[in-house]
């Protein structure tokens, strides 16, 4: 698709499909007075025509199969682009992995997931397309929010999709905040999305969600929407909410939360995290069994060479598992319900 196409159709992701290796940065201005600025292919950044008062990223295509959030964030960036949606607030919208997007799948050659903080530059001389993306993407989110005054609310929200179900369809990361307190407004938004359930982490993590959060202080978060499927075969009526949210964030139409109540939200804490350290390693369940499932106690959840795993305290659920990841990788998280409201503001 060449720019004409583009400017014509509003279709930012096609575009960025077209040329997923990069493209010319150039700016042009909406009928709203809405800036629009495209520093790279997959990363557009919307600056409104009065001061905003928020700096918000969305990201998706992380992982190049997780389609919803993409078809999600590429349908806002349209209606953005062709007038039907004026943003309030500075925006960037990232498609993260256009290369692992063009092929359908997780990765290209590695985890985007597993670079940010500079994990990206760990393992001498090692360089392939996704840890360039990642160095890169620092850069743009650093560049975007080295635009935000520090008194300014930033948040960045990556969405993703699981590999498998879940008992809860749609869940939350929340990353590991060093002892600072969980944020209720941030749960509120959540709740607004439709996503009740949050993982609250305990230790840090090479995830864009954790750089965001750790390194610019944002309010990050991963947000799992649904499952895998293939473009086209999403039935987006499900993360209608997660739209809507999102739309009304952007446009500072988000109605006033709720008052927040503990109980509309399952929040779990992780209890510990397996990493696959063999070739051997293998789970002991089968693939549609859902995130979120328990076992009872002494359970044999997976083996790895001469190591067992099994279940070893009442209520650890599993989620995560993923037997093909790289050897040293989270092969699975077992999580806890958690009562985290000491540490709420
Ligand atoms: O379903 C799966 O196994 C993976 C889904 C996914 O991509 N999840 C993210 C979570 C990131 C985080 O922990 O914040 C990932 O594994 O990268
Ligand atoms: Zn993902």
Redesign the pocket.
Known sequence: MMMEQFRHSGDFLAFTLANPNGLAPCQFELGSGVTVEIWDTGVICFQPAQAARQHIILSCG??GN?TAPIELCAAIVQDILQGHLTPTERVLVLFANPAAINLGR?EVTE?L??LFSGHHSKGAGLINAERQRAQALEQYVTRFYEGAPANEPRCLY?L?????GSRFEKFA?Y?FLHGKPWRKQQLQFLAACDVHTV?M?QTP?S????YASHSHGADAF?I?LGK?QPFGQNDMSRFAQADNALRALITNRLLAPKPFAAEDFHLYEVYRAINKQTQDFKLHFADDVQ?FTSYPLGSLLATDGDLEYRVEREGEAL????AKVAIGQ?AMLMVVPTDIQHNLI
Do not use: C, G, K, Q
């Open positions: 992380v992982h997780e997780r985890n997931n597993r990556d993703h999709t699981a590999i498998r990361v990353p993982l982490m993590a995830t864009f969600s954790y991963t799992e895998v995130n989620i995560f598992p993923n989270r």
